[in-house]
């Protein structure tokens, strides 16, 4: 004889709820471990979107004519798409533009964030300062450049496919 609890329960029920509650318990642990294994995927893929428009804005606003071959291969090196045709056009112009001034700009990141992304592309806007100096301006001025980079993701990083000064 099964034993009883008060009202008449028998064990038997008492142990098909406590498996309904087990197994809904188990069920849910699952779908929350996806969706943190799936937030955290998420965090991490933004971080590497921020660095990477960070760093291309630093490279873009940070120029110098005594080493303006390297500091182009380092724009080029994070671009793709038309920003890095369009660059690798204008190289040689620039080049000789800088040199021309003398122009060294000292690029400072103040602040990114992401306006929208997902796996494959985002937007992100960027506050920069520089400190140009040149022969015009000798002593050096500031400038605050508000820029939008849109990057995509190609063999598993994240490029700049265009820039725009905004604001």
């Not at 490279?59 to 994070?78: C, E, I, M, P, W």
């Not at 690029?107 to 022969?135: H, M």
């Not at 301006?137 to 605050?144: H, K, L, M, S, V």
């Amino acid at each position: 004889m099964a034993a009883r609890w008060p009202h008449g329960v028998t064990d038997h029920r008492i142990l098909a709820a406590l498996g309904v509650v087990a197994v809904l318990l188990a069920g849910f642990s699952g779908w929350y471990g996806l969706r943190l294994q799936q937030r955290y995927a998420d965090d991490r893929r933004d971080q590497d979107i921020v660095a990477a428009a960070r760093q291309s804005a630093l490279n873009f606003t940070s120029l110098d004519y005594r080493h303006y071959a390297q500091d182009s291969k380092n724009v080029l090196s994070g671009a793709t798409g038309d920003f890095k045709k369009q660059f690798t056009q204008r190289t040689a112009q620039l080049t000789q533009l800088v040199a021309a001034n003398k122009s060294v700009s000292e690029g400072q990141i103040l602040d990114a964030g992401i306006v929208r992304a997902d796996d494959t592309s985002a937007r992100v806007l960027v506050v920069a300062d520089s400190k140009v100096t040149n022969t015009a301006a000798p002593n050096g001025e500031a400038r605050t450049y508000r820029l939008q980079l849109d990057l995509r993701s190609v063999d598993g990083r994240w490029l700049t496919s265009d820039v725009e000064f905004v604001g």
